[in-house]
Structure formats: C-alpha cells, structure tokens
C-alpha cells in the first residue's frame, strides 16, 4: 500500500501542475487502484476532483472524456457505445469487474501507458487524442511515443470518423490482466491494427494495414491471413508469466483475423 503525506485540491489546472512538479514524490491522484498495489511514499497527492474532469460530452463530430471519469461511465456512455460498434466499452468489459470499473480513471489508463492496457489498444484503433496540461494536444500514437514525464492527462479526444471496429482479447483467466489484445478498425476507408500486451504496450501494424487497403474490394481469407503474417512480422513479441512471444504470436495471427472479418462483416 502506498503512504500518502498530504493531498492537495487544487482548484485550477496551472495550480494542480504546479504542485505536481513541486516535488519528484508529488503524484496525481487517479481512482488509485493502481497506486495502491505499490508502496510508494508520495509527499503530497494531488487530487483533481475538483477541476470537473468527470465527463464524457458528445460534440457530434467528436467526443471529449475527462482525465477523472471511470472506465465504467466510458462503457455505459450512451455517445460512446453508438461509436464504432461499442468499441470501448467492449475492450474495457472484461477488466476485473463492474466496482472495480467504477473506481479507475481514464487519465491514469491513457497517462500510464500499460502495456497490458485493453483500453489503449482500443483507443490506439480509433482517431483518438489526447490532451495535457504541459504537453499540448497530440494524437495517441505519438503520445505513446514520448517518454514518460511529469503532466497531467486532462482528457481524451475521439474523432468520430465514419466506420467500424472490433475487439479481441484473450486471458489465462477471466479478470486476469490480458496476454493479448487487439483492435481492428476501419474508418473513412483507412484501416488500423492495434495490438497490445505483447507484452508491451500496443502498436499499430502500419504494413499489415496497408495490405487490406490494396484488398479492399476483395477481402478473401488469404489477404486477410497475410495480413495478420505481416503484424505478427513487424511487431515485436516477447515473453512473461502469462505467456511466451511465441504463443503471443500465435495468437495474434488468430485474434487479427478474427477482428479484420469482424470488422468486414459489419461492412
Ligand atoms: C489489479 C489490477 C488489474 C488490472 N487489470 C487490467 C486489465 O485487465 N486491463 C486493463 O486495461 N487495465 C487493467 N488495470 C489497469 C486499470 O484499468 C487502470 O488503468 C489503473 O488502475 C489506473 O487507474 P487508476 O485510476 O486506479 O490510477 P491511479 O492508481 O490513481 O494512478 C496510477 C498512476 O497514474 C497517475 N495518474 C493518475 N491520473 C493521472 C492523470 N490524469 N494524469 C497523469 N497521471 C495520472 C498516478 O499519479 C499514478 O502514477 C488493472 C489494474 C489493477 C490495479
């Protein structure tokens, strides 16, 4: 269990960044399920419930998710579940359980960067965005990229962009955390493969996407099988307890198809 000094409830987003750079053990706050597994000493906590980061709002062409609503008002949001055949709410479904839901927060999910994180792999399928207090508005992908520094995530934005989507995913045992994940999307014509808990965190297989754009108007099982060859090709895979890089590409190879025909069935 972690040991928190003192909280703070800063009342404006320069205040809560500020306090949050105060000191290197200073940390936000999230639902703290997370943090609770550590043991971590943190000076002052900062706590963002006072800033109004719990929503979710449907701008019509987008939709905006603050840093402190629960992946449980993500998979209940009726905006969200309209989207893109429910793609969220279906990669969160299956995290430990519905109180567990109702207490993790968006911000951490996305700010962590978990590898094992079912709901990046979604969010990485679609035209997401996301917002910080120091680091601007950048898209998903290149956030991922950045090396972890102190921020704070104040909130995600989905373009709704017209298409469809699929979710897989594959434990040891239910609410363990997943050996696999993967998100098929294709919106406006472009499609994306997403896999995460390889066990890193989740990717985009750009050749293998490129390869169902060519087969667009003829998805037959062998590009789709060649799709999927070329994903398990150029991410990479790799061992831990819940399993190895070689059964992580086996089942990717499986996973992928199964989410591209999804995806060409709701076509
Ligand atoms: C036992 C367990 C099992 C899990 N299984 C799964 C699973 O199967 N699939 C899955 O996808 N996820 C899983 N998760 C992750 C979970 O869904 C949440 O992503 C995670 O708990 C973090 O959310 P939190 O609100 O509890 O964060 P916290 O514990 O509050 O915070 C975690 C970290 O994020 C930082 N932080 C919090 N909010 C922000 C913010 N807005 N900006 C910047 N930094 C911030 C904190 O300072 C801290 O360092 C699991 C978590 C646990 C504890």
Redesign the pocket.
């Known amino acids: 269990m972690f040991t928190l000094l003192n909280v703070a409830q800063p009342d404006t987003l320069e205040a809560a960044y500020n306090i949050l750079k105060e000191k290197r053990s200073n ?11 550590g043991s971590q000493t943190i000076h002052t906590g900062v706590d ?1 419930s006072k800033l109004g980061l719990k929503y979710s709002k449907d701008y019509g062409s987008y939709i905006e998710i603050g ?1 402190m609503t629960s ?1 449980r008002d993500v998979e209940t949001n009726a905006a969200v579940n309209n989207y893109a055949d429910g793609l969220l709410p279906k990669a ?1 479904a ?3 359980g519905v109180q567990f839901r109702n ?3 968006v ?3 996305v ?2 960067r ?1 590898g ?4 990046l792999t979604a969010l990485l399928a679609l035209d997401t965005e996301v917002e910080l207090v120091k680091g601007g508005r950048m898209t998903l992908a290149a956030f991922l990229d950045t090396p972890r520094s102190k ?4 909130k995600i934005i989905i373009h709704k962009t017209k298409g469809h989507a699929a979710y897989q995913a594959l434990r040891n045992s239910a609410s ?3 050996l696999l994940t993967v998100a098929v999307s294709q919106l406006d014509g472009e499609w994306k493969i997403a896999v995460g808990a390889r066990p890193t965190r989740a990717r985009l297989a750009v050749q293998a996407a490129a390869l169902l754009r060519d087969g667009d108007n003829d998805m037959t099982a062998e590009v789709m099988e060649q799709a999927a060859q070329t994903a398990v090709g150029e991410l990479s895979f790799g061992d831990n307890s819940r399993a190895s890089a070689v059964y992580r590409q086996a089942v990717a190879k499986t996973l992928i198809k199964r989410a591209i025909a999804e995806v060409v069935a709701c076509k």
């Open positions: 940390a936000v706050l999230g639902g703290c399920a997370y943090l609770r597994m963002l840093a992946l969160v299956n995290i430990i207490v993790v927060t911000g951490a999910s700010f962590m978990y094992f994180s079912d709901f921020d704070i995530l104040t363990d955390y997943p």
